[in-house]
């Protein structure tokens, strides 16, 4: 099981931008699809963004164009670029390694890091 910490959170201004790192353990790391989930208050979790080990990345609609996820193996750690933020960006993101199944990505087990807090207000 891949362990995950997630960091670089914090409170930015509408517009602003932030960067979250999440260190992996593991050396299976760098066979393995990443993701980028959040969570809103009162909202179901959801993926964001995802990167496949060999570094195509995807996006969900409601950050394509503002959000990168890259990912540095040499490192085990994987990367959110988040630019342009709006307020509706705000929740608790969480990284996790990921599983293809029917079409969509899965992550691959129940258990989840501390997450880290994005929050976007003026």
């Known amino acids: 099981q891949v362990q995950l910490v997630e960091s670089g959170g914090g409170l930015v201004q509408p517009g602003g931008s932030l960067r979250l790192s999440c260190a992996a353990s593991?050396?299976?790391?760098?066979?393995?699809?990443m993701g980028w989930y959040r969570q809103a208050p009162g909202k179901q979790r959801e993926l964001v963004a995802s990167?496949?080990?060999?570094?195509?990345?995807s996006y969900a609609d409601s950050v394509k164009g503002r959000f990168t996820i890259s990912r540095d193996n040499a490192k085990n750690t994987v990367y959110l670029q988040m630019n342009s933020l709006k307020p509706e960006d705000t929740a608790v993101y969480y990284c996790?390694?990921?599983?293809?199944?029917?079409?969509?990505?899965?992550?691959?087990?129940?258990?989840w890091g501390q997450g880290t807090q994005v929050t976007i207000s003026s």
């Open positions: 990167i496949t080990s060999s570094n195509e990345p």
């Open positions: 593991g050396s299976i790391f760098r066979i393995k699809p």
């Open positions: 996790h390694d990921l599983r293809y199944a029917g079409g969509r990505y899965y992550a691959t087990s129940p258990y």
